[in-house]
T-cell receptor, first 114, second 114 residues
Framework: EPEVTQTPSHQVTQMGQEVILRCVPI?????FYWYRQILGQKVEFLVS????????KSEIFDDQFSVERPDGSNFTLKIRSTKLEDSAMYFC????????????FGEGSRLTVL | GQQVMQIPQYQHVQEGEDFTTYCNSS?????IQWYKQRPGGHPVFLIQLVKSGEVKKQKRLTFQFGEAKKNSSLHITATQTTDVGTYFCAGPAGYGGATNKLIFGTGTLLAVQP
């Protein structure tokens, strides 16, 4: 069964450092997302990406964040100058041709900022 | 902004007892989705409801979408230890437009004692 894969599974970084989280969505999907989940809390929308550009973003997704789909398969989330409050689980998700259809989530990348 | 709330936040049941979680949106939803997240895992899609008053069943799980399309419920009959996890409802931001931003509810954590 096709799945969304994410790397790394866990990253520890120092405050102020840049991190890149990587995702390989399901190959025939058209919509790509990043969500984050602070431990024990709800799943929060960060950004959606369609047709090689950001389609929507939340107020959390400020200039510190950026996304890219550099090669038609990978989908990356870059966090510049990480802060302590960026510590969370970051989930990549993808969806097929239907807008607002079922999301397929990866297993997540846990980011710990020290 | 749009909010999706769930009650209860946490429920502990004995194996074999029933369980219900309720989801309420501050705005009318074009559809509602339900996801299950096992402890330490990622959200996994369970079902999508589209029509007002719709009821769908998956084995011991019954999902309902309210007549006003602002609330939904998930009922599990005769819980098993495999039902343990957090159940999230999720709905698209906005109504009728081509949004692909999915807003997750606050979640209900279900614990099942054998």
């Amino acid at each position: 069964e096709p799945e969304v894969t994410q790397t790394p599974s866990h990253q520890v970084t120092q405050m102020g450092q840049e991190v890149i989280l990587r995702c390989v969505p399901i190959s025939n999907h058209l919509y790509f997302y990043w969500y984050r989940q602070i431990l024990g809390q709800k799943v929060e929308f960060l950004v959606s990406f369609y047709n090689n550009e950001i389609s929507e973003k939340s107020e959390i997704f400020d200039d510190q964040f950026s996304v890219e789909r550099p090669d038609g398969s990978n989908f990356t989330l870059k966090i510049r100058s990480t802060k302590l409050e960026d510590s969370a689980m970051y989930f990549c998700a993808s969806a097929g041709p239907l807008v607002a259809g079922e999301l397929f989530f990866g297993e997540g990348s846990r980011l710990t900022v020290l | 902004g749009q909010q999706v709330m769930q009650i209860p936040q946490y429920q502990h049941v004995q194996e074999g007892e029933d369980f219900t979680t309720y989801c309420n949106s501050s705005t009318t939803l074009s559809n509602i989705q339900w996801y299950k997240q096992r402890p330490g895992g990622h959200p996994v899609f369970l079902i999508q409801l589209v029509k007002s008053g719709e009821v769908k069943k998956q084995k011991r799980l019954t999902f309902q979408f309210g007549e006003a399309k602002k609330n939904s419920s998930l009922h599990i009959t005769a819980t098993q230890t495999t039902d343990v996890g957090t159940y999230f409802c999720a709905g698209p931001a906005g109504y009728g437009g081509a949004t692909n931003k999915l807003i997750f509810g606050t979640g209900t954590l279900l614990a099942v004692q054998p």
